[in-house]
């Protein structure tokens, strides 16, 4: 495997098991080094980073374990020194780590919905914030983050995770523009795979099929200095890749004093039109819209 991210150095949140494992190996592989970041259990022998870590390095890579938990506001700033400490220097991030739920929206205490959203949203930010400060303080760098396509489109049963991804496709958004002009690229990334999360809902045939291994390159890709991609969903699993966008169609009239009656008729027409407008922010779109006649 050629060594095309030679020295350039990740952190991988969530990498003990799973997507993230693959990611870590599969960088590891094209000669990055890697901070290998899990939490870690009471009563374990080794650590589910420290074991993915003596894989990379079985290997012939280079990588070092974390244990920050992504509730902790400092895990941002710990997986920052340890990456600098270790290697002297960060070229970017893949915000992986994450927790699945199971249970409709009345049947969940307001406390458990702020759990997931807590771990998924806000760990997330917690590790991006100082990690983004030092690639835009250095120009150049490349962060993903994890969404679903529950973020997208939603899920009977996964309210608070589908708040959560949707959340952080926002944060992408915000994030790949600001960052641009200093060279940082931030993308989201749904992946389809098959972990202890999803297996269970499985056919063999689809475990197999979904190989976390299978989006590993696509995250590689991302990653690669030598990528131009910036600001965008990307879905990949099954050894397939996708995207998903935002578009609009033009916006239909109506009267200030519509009945019912009207702005059901201005409805099923709007429902008609092809979503052919893309906006590349807030500001473009409230001067695009409100200005259509």
């Known amino acids: 495997m050629p060594k095309i991210l030679q020295d350039q150095t990740f952190i991988i949140t969530g990498a003990g098991k799973g997507l993230g494992r693959s990611y870590a190996l599969h960088l590891a592989a094209l000669g990055a080094n890697i901070v290998v970041n899990n939490r870690s259990h009471a009563g374990e022998a080794q650590s589910s980073a420290e074991r ?18 992504a509730e902790d506001p400092n895990s941002g700033v ?8 270790a290697f002297g220097g960060l070229d970017g991030l893949v915000a992986n780590a994450g927790v699945a739920e199971g249970t409709s929206f009345h049947k969940q205490s307001l406390s ?8 998924n949203l806000m760990g997330t930010m917690n590790v991006v914030h100082a990690v983004y400060q030092r690639l835009y303080q250095q120009s150049h760098g490349s962060i993903v983050v994890s969404t679903s396509v529950a973020g997208l489109y939603g899920e009977h049963g996964l309210p608070a995770y589908s708040v959560s991804k949707a959340g952080l496709l926002g944060l992408m958004y915000a994030l790949s523009k600001e960052g641009a002009r200093h060279q940082v690229r931030v993308n989201a990334l749904a992946p389809y795979g098959a972990t202890q999360m999803t297996e269970e809902h499985l056919t063999d045939e689809l475990k197999e099929r979904m190989r976390p291994e299978r989006v590993a390159p696509v995250v590689a890709w991302l990653m690669n200095p030598a990528c131009s991609v910036n ?7 099954g050894g397939l890749m996708g995207t998903a ?7 239909v009239e109506t009267a200030d004093d519509a009945d019912f009656a009207a702005m ?7 429902s008609s039109l092809p979503l052919e407008i893309a906006y590349r922010g807030a500001l473009q779109h409230s001067g695009g819209f409100l200005k259509v006649r």
Do not use: F, M
């Open 52 to 69: 993915v870590v003596a894989e990379i390095t079985a290997a012939g890579g280079k990588a070092i374990a974390e244990h920050s938990d």
């Open 78 to 85: 710990n997986l920052l020194t340890r990456a600098l400490d």
């Open 112 to 119: 458990e919905l702020r759990r997931t959203i807590e771990i």
């Open 231 to 237: 600001g965008e969903i990307i879905i990949a699993g």
């Open 245 to 251: 966008r935002v578009r609009e169609p033009v916006p």
């Open 264 to 270: 059901d008729q201005a409805w099923q027409k709007l």
